[in-house]
């Protein structure tokens, strides 16, 4: 049983934002899967895709403070064209990855309970973002 | 062909620690299979799952050594109350990641020679960690 | 439909390389998959696989830069027999991680306009990097 789908994720400002309610919404089909996973790739190279603590939002911005910290804006890039953001953006986002795989069972994201899908936004606007979702399993 | 199975690691101290043989050991399907993947997610957000060198101690605790300098409990953190130790633990874990696919041949992990599991642990005092493992693929 | 074969990568100097045609032209049962996907497992812990901007160079120049001021070679280490280069290759490989899984749609990776797989070569002298590919799918 495949399922593959694009979901385009609305534009968010620079920062950590849960996204696990906008992704399983665009995945109906998640329900009828009895044992199995799912798949997403964000097909960016400033953005990336993590799991992260769903709760409280300072740690988000914590993250946030860490990483624009490690990877400062005022560096010897030599990138430079697209704006100050746009270097620091690539290595957040190598760092952090752009892609997860998740596992399913009985019809529901079997993550952790303080898990959340979590959109690292690195540019101050990159806009809408997207993700190709495949989700594979046993029905049942 | 699919197993998905919840596996408890035992609670381990601060440090990197090899689990290849606690994970597989877990997992007797693994014998039955004849090409697929096993995936790992650690349901946790302030530890994480890496293949790291299998072989010497002293690379394990130098990769220790650097992530607690380049994310030291003395930084200008707000989210503070779970302890000094738990806000570098999550940045610390977002690097590394929560997750991992690994190739299954003829009954076996094909990892490489020097590639072993290796549950990093950030947190002074993590306790038992869980993971869901999913194992899926041809039977021979 | 499960396809599983090993793949040599030529060795390459210390740097980020794209390699997503050296890869792609080795699995020509791609074509043959409607949707599915792809995982890649490099089989050694002093080089990784990310996907990285593949138009330009200096992007990849400066991720490098950006890896070799963030891991110096002059750091605490103990693990220095294998030469200087070597335990920060380690810590790089380990923050970027040895393995990716991606969507294949209708014969193709559905890789992002600007992905590509890039092979992060950490050491001075790495050598041929092996990946063990795995692919699954419906097929088309």
Known sequence: MWTQREIVLEPR???LHLVTGEVTGALPELRGVRAGLLHLLLQHT???LTLNENASPDV?????TWLDAAVP???AWTHTLEGADDMPAHVKATLTGPELTLPVRDGRLALGTWQGITLCEHRDRGGARRIVATLWGEPG
Chains 1, 2, 3 share one sequence.
Do not use: H, K, T
């Open 13 to 15: 400002p620079r920062g």
């Open 46 to 48: 400033s953005a990336s």
């Open 60 to 64: 988000r911005r914590d993250l946030r």
């Open 73 to 75: 804006e005022d560096f």
